[in-house]
């Protein structure tokens, strides 16, 4: 959707979600590929929301963290905070607010 302001720039608001597979060491992180999305007028901020679904329990020890935004990609960062290897499949929502 988009918000409007009393500037000439208006705001975006990008909903979506991704999803994590794969299994990570204790202590160690991983760092995705290109998640693209909708197109920004400028670079856009990326939050990631709840957790959506999750197949065991190891996800309670992952940190989940975008970073290398642009205007229509990031990358996320994913750390193993725990002590034993997390195999985990977790669905995460993803809000991405920036300028239209």
Request: aromatic content about 12%; overall charge negative.
């Amino acid at each position: 959707g988009i918000v409007r302001s009393n500037n000439s720039t208006q705001v975006k608001v990008v909903r979506t979600n991704i999803i994590l597979t794969g299994s990570l060491l204790a202590g160690a992180w991983v760092d995705s590929g290109d998640f693209f999305f909708e197109a920004f007028g400028g670079t856009p901020q990326v939050f990631v929301g709840n957790m959506i679904s999750a197949s065991n329990n190891s996800w309670a020890s992952l940190e989940f963290v975008p970073f290398d935004v642009g205007t229509n990609s990031c990358k996320f960062r994913v750390f193993n905070h725990g002590s034993v290897a997390a195999n985990v499949q977790v669905q995460y929502a993803v809000l991405i607010i920036g300028p239209e």
